[in-house]
């Protein structure tokens, strides 16, 4: 039973549940068609990279309340610079990047500076990033409707970008935004396991003052976790607008939810010094097919929202029987 | 913690400022009103939503007609109480008259009792209040589109083929609506619903539940939707499987933006209109400035729109 | 006389894990009387009091109060047998007024638990002013002074009619006037037929206040006597009265130039109390020296090594030297930049990243001499982490093993273990060997001869008496927060140090 102390191992099993939910639930066989699984992981993805950020934050023992509505406001500002002004997307994307790392910054620097506690900081962030996605936006999806002065709408095409990164690749087999994510992945990934600031971010959230008084900069490793955050945030939001083809001020709602979830169920631990970008893609992938399955087989929302509840919990409790 | 302070004053100076600016604008109107121009209350329960900016896009357009009108707008931000205060102030403010869309009907109907037995016109817009102390409601009906929506379907389909029915929030009034009407509208034909999902008014989710309908199906004929951001998701969804073309998308509420422009762009077959009411809602408020007695009630026809009458202005239902 | 015997405290005895803490303690107090309880750091003094007053509840031997054998379950317990102890850190509570706090937990109200409020206020004056205190009871407690908040703490314990009240270190946060005060009210007290347990590191106090005294050593009951019998040099005696059992290796020191000087050194009240803990102290340390810094509870210490490795950041004043060059404090680590590193006293709670592996503990300070534009050489950080691990003798299967599945002296072991990669000029030694077994001792004793004689220099704090008096070279004694006394290896002796400790 060694091999069920790895939390690795224990993540796999809960996937493993929920993909034999699906082999018996499959739908009349849709659940074994490559393109379900395809799906899945585009839908996902946005969660996914979320997800990412939101591990770093985690392992430092924070949380980023703030993510869900950063996709909200980068999805509108992309939208608007590349759509509505046609700016380039060689402009745009470091544009609306910076603005999303920017935002995680703001957080990280109340939290590790001012020292407040990263629930409220984030919460306040989260609060204020809707709020400007819905006055940058004027409350209004940002799409190829352009609002003229006469009140007529004047309709332009969607940029090139935007069908770009919406796209599949390889024959049609792999959505470019699950691209976008393995590459989050990887960088989250290096982060953690290859470079120093990874390895102060496990020592802070292990035990902040031995960090601290071991000589590791706490501040700015906690800027880089929160910075990092939203810029994976405004990856996602650029993800989201080209998806869905248009800026909606409401997007993302509650999505930071999901990615707290799917770091959660990967095994990273709330508590902090405890986790890694590998337990996070588990944890999307069991979320994902969890969501795929729900959907596939047209369960009611009723149901749908219990049954996660239910999963959520056992995937946890499950990952904490380990320590015993 | 000096620069804390500093920047939390300054941070609550400037949200003070932007906040300011609306009730400076009232105060100054309240003070002198030129003899001719008449002033409307604008309550608007939430302009979260686009369908609630676009009222107040069409009350604007329909209010810039009349040049003697100034409208006051105000946002509830989805909270009954602070729209109750609002009107309070349209009240004491001596307004000519109030449109408001509520939030919900048992806070808000005292508060548009006083005002209507005051003297001051009320235009009920969208949503109902309880009793009868106001000038005019002025609504559309779900169910009716839904029905309209059903029968057009049937005919376009000639009565046979598989649907796919993406609903809104089925805990809420239109959801529900727009779901019995539609039952009701292809009840005795041929037509067969063979996947149901709620996806809660968003385009994601819509796109979600319509990949897994494509995993299912292999002959869908039509997607209903119970907005027309639903459709367009469940549309990205069949073009991303390369089958947009084996089908035809229906959404509701023909928003300019939205709707009107996804069946410009061929994307929906129809979009039905669910109208804001708010050139309407203009038009009764200087009919009663006319001298004219308005009807208590009057329920908005809405169009259709096809790819041949988009730009004329769709059809009449 | 038998009736006026208020405690019996009978072979008490106490073990945690199967270490014994205390072992076969009499205590006995009569009514009207100052007991002192002394002892040094780690006697068992507050373990006794713990059983006392009903914090612990599993214990040998018996407890007896006015001749009825008790044994109490929660402090609740002990405070309805009329027990109650005044802790050094007061458990007022800030926020609420004088009236709340004095009837938290029993509170004067009316069948529907409606608060009689005038009640309680005239209740509150009264108490108040058996200790002679006129205060607006509707006050909150934050906005009094400490010795006004010290006074409701003991109107609290006459208001469930303590007869037995234990004070732990009264006064260590109180000024003279205010000890003076305190004194009158224990009178007082004593006056009542309240009996009085006292705890005191001061010399002054015990023959002061005291009548009688009772000392324990490392966890043993020592003696009983009244002060005019037990004479200063007795007492000290018998507190630190004990055999040199201990194996320590010989120490031969090679001392070379001034290494590490700080001038004029003070600190605030870390906590925020009105205080400095830390009152103008000055010291040098050579190349390949230790010097003992020996202090008991509340002498400021270990506050003077934190101070000074940056902990609590600007909040000191000293001119610090470390090799000819002035360094300015500043945070940890820039500390660590300069070559002056602190042990910490707690490796768990500030020592260790406990769930990370013994190499990832080990390399922390120094992690960026081992990584390259960012990147951690893993290889390298392993190798040297291997090797610090086998210098050290830690003992583990493999240095990714975690930190938490340690025991407690390799544990330490970790924790020296990351200074020692940092190379440092100077080491601050916070209880090296507190929690560590015998073995792992001598191991880490053997390390600091080495290391010092390669040229480091050492700042040793121990409450171990024969550690301090065997590694250091030098031994100056803190007394709240100065320098009371300073010896030579050759001069010490157990009884000069606790003499100047206690503030002799």
Redesign the interface.
């Known amino acids: 039973m060694k091999f069920l102390k790895k939390p690795e191992a224990r993540a796999l099993i809960a996937l493993a549940f929920v993909l034999i939910i699906g082999f018996t639930f499959n739908a009349d066989g849709a659940f074994f068609k490559w393109t379900t699984h395809r799906d899945m992981l585009r839908y996902i993805s946005v969660f996914a990279i979320l997800g990412c950020g939101m591990t770093l934050v985690i392992i430092t023992a924070g949380i980023d309340l703030s993510v869900g509505s950063l996709v909200g406001l980068t999805a509108v500002l992309f939208s608007l610079f590349s759509i509505q002004y046609g700016w380039s997307p060689w402009l745009v994307i470091p544009i609306v990047l910076l603005a999303g790392t920017a935002c995680g910054l703001i957080s990280g620097t109340l939290i590790s500076k001012w020292e407040m506690q990263p629930f409220i900081a984030t919460l306040a962030m989260m609060v204020f990033a809707r709020g400007a996605a819905k006055w940058i936006s004027g409350g209004q999806k940002v799409s190829t409707a352009v609002l003229q002065n006469d009140g007529s709408y004047k309709y332009v095409n969607v940029p090139e970008i935007y069908n770009f990164i919406s796209a599949k690749v390889l024959h049609n087999n792999i959505a470019i935004v699950t691209i976008i994510f393995i590459i989050c992945a990887g960088v989250a990934y290096i982060l953690l396991s290859k470079l120093r600031w990874g390895r102060y971010m496990f020592a802070i959230g292990g035990n902040e003052e031995a960090a601290r008084l071991s000589g590791v900069p706490v501040v700015m490793t906690k800027l880089i976790a929160y910075g990092l955050c939203g810029l994976f945030a405004a990856v996602a939001g650029i993800c989201q607008a080209a998806q869905e083809q248009q800026g909606d001020p409401e997007a993302g709602m509650s999505y930071e939810l999901t990615a707290i979830a799917i770091v959660v169920i990967g095994g990273t631990s709330l508590a902090g010094g405890r986790g890694g970008i590998g337990l996070t893609i588990i944890g999307a992938l069991t979320i994902g097919y969890l969501e795929k399955i729900l959907s596939i087989n047209a369960v009611g929302e009723a149901y749908r929202l219990m049954l996660t509840g239910v999963i959520i919990a056992a995937a946890v409790l499950f990952q904490k029987t380990r320590k015993k | 913690m000096k620069t804390k302070l500093f920047l939390l004053i300054a941070a609550s100076l400037i949200i003070l400022a932007c906040g300011k600016k609306e009730s400076k604008i009232t105060t100054a109107q309240k003070v002198k009103p030129t003899v001719k121009q008449k002033i409307i209350g604008m309550s608007q329960c939430n302009l979260g939503e686009p369908w609630r900016v676009q009222m107040n896009e069409d009350i604007k357009l329909a209010a810039a007609k009349h040049p003697e009108l100034k409208v006051i707008y105000k946002d509830a931000q989805n909270d009954s109480l602070k729209q109750v205060a609002q009107i309070e102030e349209f009240i004491s403010a001596g307004v000519d008259a109030i449109i408001v869309s509520p939030k919900e009907a048992a806070p808000l109907t005292p508060v548009i009792k006083t005002a209507f037995e005051k003297g001051i016109p009320v235009v009920v817009l969208d949503r109902r209040v309880n009793g009868d102390k106001y000038t005019c409601f002025i609504g559309a009906d779900n169910k009716k589109i839904g029905k309209a929506a059903g029968e057009w379907i049937v005919k376009k389909l000639g009565g046979n083929g598989n649907i796919v029915e993406l609903k809104g929030l089925m805990t809420s009034t239109p959801g529900q609506d727009r779901h019995s009407g539609f039952r009701a509208g292809i009840k005795g034909s041929n037509l067969k619903i063979i996947f149901e999902a709620d996806m809660k008014w968003l385009e994601p989710q819509a796109r979600k539940e319509m990949e897994s309908a494509l995993a299912r199906f292999k002959n869908i004929d039509l997607v209903y939707a119970h907005n027309d951001p639903g459709a367009h998701g469940a549309y990205l969804a069949a073009k991303a499987a390369g089958r947009e073309k084996e089908m035809i998308f229906v959404g509701i509420d023909g928003l300019p933006q939205e709707g009107r422009m996804y069946v410009k762009q061929g994307i929906l077959a129809a979009s039905f209109e669910y109208p804001t009411g708010g050139k309407e809602a203009v038009d009764t408020v200087v009919d009663i400035f006319g001298g004219k007695k308005p009807e208590k009630e009057i329920t908005l026809k809405s169009h259709v729109f096809t790819k041949d009458n988009v730009d004329k202005g769709g059809k009449w239902l | 006389m038998t009736e006026n015997i208020l405690l019996k405290m009978m072979n008490i005895g106490k073990s945690f894990a199967s270490v014994n803490v205390l072992s076969n303690v009499n205590f006995e107090l009569k009514s009207g009387e100052v007991h002192i309880l002394a002892g040094e750091n780690g006697a068992g003094k507050s373990t006794l009091i713990k059983i006392l007053c009903g914090v612990y509840n599993e214990y040998k031997g018996e407890i007896f109060v006015q001749n009825k054998l008790c044994k109490f379950n929660s402090v609740h317990d002990a405070a309805r047998t009329g027990i109650t102890v005044i802790h050094q850190e007061l458990s007022l509570i800030n926020e609420l007024s004088v009236v709340d706090n004095l009837f938290l937990g029993r509170e004067i109200s009316g069948k529907t638990g409606w608060l009689k409020r005038s009640v309680q206020e005239s209740e509150a004056k009264k108490l108040l002013a058996r200790l002679g205190l006129e205060i607006d009871v509707n006050k909150y407690v934050e906005e009094f002074p400490m010795s006004v908040k010290q006074m409701i703490e003991i109107a609290k314990a006459l208001a469930i009619d303590a007869k037995i009240i234990i004070f732990d270190e009264p006064t260590s946060a109180l000024n003279e006037p205010d000890v003076v005060k305190l004194f009158e009210i224990i009178q007082n007290l004593k006056k009542q037929g309240c009996g009085i347990v006292y705890i005191t590191h001061k010399m002054k106090e015990i023959y002061n206040i005291g009548d009688r005294i009772t000392v324990l050593r490392d966890g043993n009951y020592i003696g009983t006597d009244s002060k005019d019998n037990l004479l200063r040099n007795k007492l000290v005696n018998w507190m630190v009265g004990r055999e040199m059992t201990q194996q320590f290796p010989e120490r031969i020191p090679k001392l070379g130039k001034t290494k590490f000087q700080v001038d004029n050194c003070s600190i605030d009240d870390p906590a925020g109390g009105p205080f400095k803990v830390v009152k103008d102290i000055s010291f040098k340390v050579r190349e390949g020296e230790i010097l003992g810094i020996a202090g008991l509870q509340g002498s400021g210490n270990s506050e003077l090594f934190n101070g000074l ?1 940056g ?1 609590y950041g600007k909040n000191i004043s000293a001119k610090m030297i470390i090799d000819d060059i002035e360094y300015k404090i500043g ?3 820039q ?3 300069r070559g002056l590193t ?1 042990l ?1 006293n707690d490796r768990k ?8 592996s013994i190499a ?1 503990n080990v390399t ?2 120094s ?2 001499s081992f ?1 390259k534009n ?3 050489k ?1 290889n390298e950080e392993l190798n040297a982490a291997k090797i610090c691990s086998e210098r050290l003798r830690i003992k583990s299967h493999s240095v990714l093993q975690e930190t938490q599945t340690l025991s407690g002296g390799n544990q330490q072991k970790v924790a020296l273990g ?1 200074w020692w990669e940092t190379n440092p000029k100077i080491l601050l030694l916070d209880e090296p060997t507190k929690g560590v077994d015998v073995g792992a001792k001598h191991e880490i004793y053997e390390l600091m001869n080495e290391w010092t004689n390669e040229g480091m220099a050492i700042l040793l704090i121990t409450s171990e008496m024969p550690e301090l008096l065997a590694m250091s070279d030098r031994i100056i004694v803190m007394h709240l927060g100065q320098v009371t006394a300073e010896f030579t290896r050759e001069e010490a002796t157990q009884e000069k140090i606790l003499n100047a400790a206690m503030g002799g």
């Open positions: 490795f902990t945070t940890p680590a500390s660590i930049n602190l910490t709670l500030t020592g260790l990243v406990l769930n990370m990832d922390l300070p992690l960026k990584s960012g990147f951690i893993r990351k």
